[in-house]
């Protein structure tokens, strides 16, 4: 029981942590977002690393490399924007695959709990007293706890490791999808960054 515990407390801190993380407001700040659009349609570039100073979202490094590198070419930006976007993506999904693991090993240990509960009751069995009777039972009970636990834990931290993957799948898109409208903004029609 105690391993089963552990992976419980475990996995609820990291989903808690996740949970807090991936709150889209922290990832991709609406307000952010469109701020930075302006000050590159206005050609404030150098506005945007200061307003950026105070950001903790993931967007913070990938719109920075897009305007450090304005003056190259469409294809060279978006490259690095990658690049930036790659390493942002890693960070927000460290720890899940924790879940996944925790989600994998419980019904093990809740096994290994039930194997361990029946050579007890085996060995209650194996050597007749007036407490053999108790010990059975206690063995068989503590055979059952352990695997309930263990699919338990098993199945609640699985649903939420896939529901945590999607919801991250989700952030990475709408991430590349702001990254996209950055890029327009640096390319579009309305201030053109290159000078040719």
């Not at 996995?11 to 609406?30: C, N, S």
């Amino acid at each position: 029981m105690w391993p089963l515990f552990a992976c419980s407390i475990i996995a609820f801190a990291i989903i808690i942590e996740r949970l807090f993380a991936l709150r889209q407001g922290r990832i991709i700040p609406k307000e952010l977002i469109e701020e930075v659009e302006r000050l590159i349609r206005e050609g404030r570039l150098g506005d945007i690393e200061q307003l950026l100073k105070g950001s903790s979202s993931p967007m913070r490094p990938i719109i920075m490399t897009a305007v450090k590198n304005a003056g190259l070419r469409r294809e060279v930006i978006k490259e690095f924007m990658e690049e930036a976007g790659a390493a942002e993506g890693y960070t927000m999904e460290r720890y899940i695959d924790i879940l996944g693991i925790i989600a994998a090993i419980a019904p093990l240990l809740g096994f290994l709990g039930t194997v361990a509960g029946l050579l007890t009751s085996f060995k209650a069995m194996g050597t007749i007293t007036e407490h053999s009777g108790r010990l059975f039972a206690s063995g068989i009970s503590e055979a059952l706890i352990t695997t309930v636990m263990g699919l338990t834990i098993s199945i609640l931290v699985y649903i939420v490791y896939r529901l945590l993957i999607a919801r991250s799948d989700y952030l990475l898109m709408e991430m590349e999808m702001s990254s996209a409208r950055i890029l327009e903004c640096l390319k579009g029609e309305t201030y053109e960054v290159q000078t040719e």
